[in-house]
């Protein structure tokens, strides 16, 4: 029996933590915005992509708690830190808990939700918790100006800007040097 092969992600930055991850299924290609969770299919692949396809059904009720997700992570990250943006996030949180056990090989933590829908919302809820708690600053969007991604800042020194160097990082090295030599 033959392999399935991994589908292809259509998105220029997979791989970030869940939070972040869910976050950039919005992104800009060519200036066209994009958004992965425009569709059911789109869902599909997200979940699949996340390890979520055999947990959590590709239905509306799905599609809706994380585009609700989306939306509460996108405010805390873009530093709303009202009362309204912490209670839509604390709103997807109520949706599940962890349960913790003692196994033969150890400790255990099983997260918990409302149902199987609210699964990949709630995780990349918590997900963003755990990167909240463990390193707030290091959480950051790209620094081109027509960039909507994120990225978890994980190099040594921490000050990476852009969500790649190849591209956005690249764009803003040409656009300055066209700068320089466009007065001289």
């Not at 009720?61 to 989306?70: G, M």
């Not at 829908?117 to 918790?129: G, I, K, N, T, V």
């Amino acid at each position: 029996m033959a392999e399935e092969a991994q589908p292809t992600d259509p998105r220029p930055m997979p791989g970030e933590p869940l939070s972040l991850d869910l976050l950039n299924t919005r992104w800009n290609n060519g200036g066209s915005p994009r958004d992965l969770l425009d569709s059911l299919d789109g869902l599909a692949l997200w979940l699949t992509l996340n390890g979520f396809a055999d947990r959590a059904p590709a239905d509306q009720v799905t599609l809706d708690a994380l585009v609700l997700t989306r939306a509460a992570i996108a405010r805390l990250v873009d530093g709303d830190r009202s009362p309204e943006a912490r209670a839509a996030l604390n709103e997807v949180l109520a949706h599940g808990s962890v349960r913790r056990t003692l196994r033969a090989d150890g400790p255990h933590a099983h997260p918990e939700t409302d149902g199987p829908a609210w699964l990949p919302a709630w995780s990349a809820a918590e997900d963003l918790l755990r990167l909240l708690a463990e390193a707030p600053d290091r959480i950051r969007s790209c620094a081109h100006p027509n960039c909507v991604l994120y990225f978890y800042d994980t190099s040594k020194n921490g000050t990476r800007r852009w969500h790649s160097m190849a591209t956005c990082g690249n764009r803003a090295k040409a656009s300055r040097h066209y700068e320089r030599t466009k007065t001289d």
